[in-house]
Each structure stands twice: as C-alpha cells, then as structure tokens.
C-alpha cells in the first residue's frame, strides 16, 4: 500500500493568514488528488493534479505537484472561515481504482 | 447538479446483525465504489464496482461484506454479521470512467452496538 502522510494534522488560523499544507510520499503517483471534507458529508474533489511540477489554481487556492510526483502542496492565501474544513490528499493505488488517502489536516479559520 | 445519494444516513445495529447500506449513483456513471471512515481515522477504499461485477477489493473486504447492483439503481453495500470494529462512515463514491472525478455520498454513518 502506498502511504500518503499529510501535515500538519491540524492547523488554526485567523481569517486572512495565509496557510500551506502537505501531503508526501516514499512513492510515486500516476495522479494526486485534493478533496475537502466538512463534518457530515463525504469528500469533495477540489482538483487532480498529473504532471510533475504541475501548478494549478482554483480561486485562493494553489496546488502544486512535486517534480518526482511523490508530494503534494496546497497553499491557501488570504483564508476565509468558509476554507474550515478537512483537507484530504488522495493518490491512486497500483491497480488504478483504489485511492489511497491520506489522514488529511484539519484546518480552522476564524473571523 | 446530480449527487450520490445514500440511504439511511445512520444506522444502528447490533453486533451479529445484517446490514444493508444502499447507494443510487449518478445516472450515467459506470464505476461504483465503497469506502469507510472509521472515527478520527483516514478514509478506506473497500471495494470497486464496474460491469456488475467487482474489479478490485481491499484487504477489508473479507467474507462478511458484498456488494450487488439488484435493480439497475441501487448499489448496496452488504455486512452479513457486523462486528462492533465495523461501525464506521461508509461512503458509496461513483464516476463516469476509470479516471473521471469521483463523486462521493455524504455517508451512511453505522454503529454497531
């Protein structure tokens, strides 16, 4: 099984703080994937990154895939108390239907 | 926009017991998935669903556990005599094709008593 390790485990900021969070691996990933997860609902694709050195941006968010596709990052800028949330970093297993994911990070933004 | 849906969102039962998790997947999605959140713990992958048959299972998915399309909607998930360790968030996730986005439930949360 290939293991995802994400840090930090939890991470609180005040609104407008800017944050980065990881997501590593000892293994190579075809892809990687960013979900986020509120409490009572299932996850929710944020984007799918690659391409090594792949950059991608969705509004405040700026997600980078790492040259040798082993990690991850997801920078945030300017967090809003809408960002609060778990973050979960997700990359598929050898087969190709199974993702592996990561323990996630708990992140709190407040006004 | 079109969701997962799955049905109930708890579910409490006692240890021995069958249950029977459902899931109606998005209309024109093939790939069907079931995978568990154990409190404070990371999401799992169980098992995958294409072609009304099972492409890939986890070590998780032992005898106890199945999975069947009975009636062309429904996708259930079933835990033949559940163990108090399986009481856990059980996601139905679902896509289009082999790498398209995968779509996600919002849970069937079970606790296994």
């Known amino acids: 099984t290939q293991l995802l390790e994400q840090s930090p485990q939890f991470l609180s900021i005040q609104e407008g703080e800017n944050l980065t969070v990881y997501c590593n691996s000892s293994?190579?990933?075809?892809?990687l994937q960013w979900y986020r997860q509120e409490p009572g609902e299932g996850p929710v694709l944020l984007v799918t990154v690659v391409t090594g050195g792949e950059v991608k941006k969705l509004k405040r968010l700026t997600f980078q895939f790492g040259d040798a596709r082993k990690d991850s990052s997801l920078h945030i800028t300017a967090a809003q108390p809408g960002d609060t949330g778990l973050y979960l970093c997700?990359?598929?297993?050898?087969?190709?239907?199974?993702?592996?994911f990561g323990k996630g990070t708990s992140l709190l933004v407040t006004p | 926009e079109p969701e997962v849906t799955q049905t109930p969102s708890h579910q409490v039962t006692q240890m021995g017991q069958e249950v029977i998790l459902r899931c109606v997947p998005i209309?024109?999605?093939?790939?069907f998935y079931w995978y568990r959140q154990i409190l404070g713990q990371k999401v799992e992958f169980l098992v995958s669903?294409?072609?009304?048959?099972?492409?890939?299972k986890s070590e998780i998915f032992d005898d106890q556990f199945s999975v069947e399309r009975p009636d062309g909607s429904n996708f259930t998930l079933k835990i033949r005599s559940t163990k108090l360790e399986d009481s856990a968030m059980y996601f139905c996730?679902?896509?289009?094709?082999?790498?398209?986005?995968?779509?996600f439930g919002n849970g069937t949360r079970l606790t296994v008593t």
């Open positions: 996730a679902t896509n289009r094709g082999y790498n398209s986005p995968l779509h």
């Open positions: 997700a990359g598929e297993g050898d087969s190709g239907y199974a993702l592996n």
């Open positions: 293994s190579v990933f075809s892809s």
């Open positions: 209309s024109n999605h093939l790939y």
């Open positions: 669903f294409y072609n009304n048959e099972i492409s890939e």
